[in-house]
């Protein structure tokens, strides 16, 4: 899985925003198996933001949160980052041992 953060600065607002992509084969198949996680996100200017949880595979460029300082937006950004990692790392010790197939004689 790779995670790009792009930072913009405009018209005096920090933006931070993510694109999440590449995930592995295991990591896709345990998505399917187990859900998608999802992540809070902000996004919007910094008074007018909303906040939701995104499914981790529909994090994109387009979700942009606007903050009035470079600290809140790098502070959003680790918060954010920190959750993936979270989410990856439990996802990824996820094992599905209840699905199988058993033939049974009656």
Do not use: C, W
Not at 6 to 26: A, H, I, M, Q, W
């Amino acid at each position: 899985m790779k995670i790009t953060v792009n930072r913009k600065l405009e018209s005096g607002t920090y933006f931070v925003s993510f694109k999440v992509g590449d995930f592995t084969p295991d990591e896709l198949q345990k998505m399917q198996s187990f859900g998608v996680p999802n992540v809070k996100m902000k996004a919007g200017l910094p008074y007018q933001r909303t906040l939701h949880a995104s499914p981790l595979t529909a994090i994109s460029e387009g979700i942009r949160a606007g903050f009035k300082s470079e600290e809140e937006a790098k502070a959003y950004e680790n918060e954010v980052l920190n959750q993936i990692r979270e989410a990856m790392k439990s996802l990824r010790e996820s094992q599905d041992d209840f699905t199988s197939s058993q033939e049974v004689n009656l």
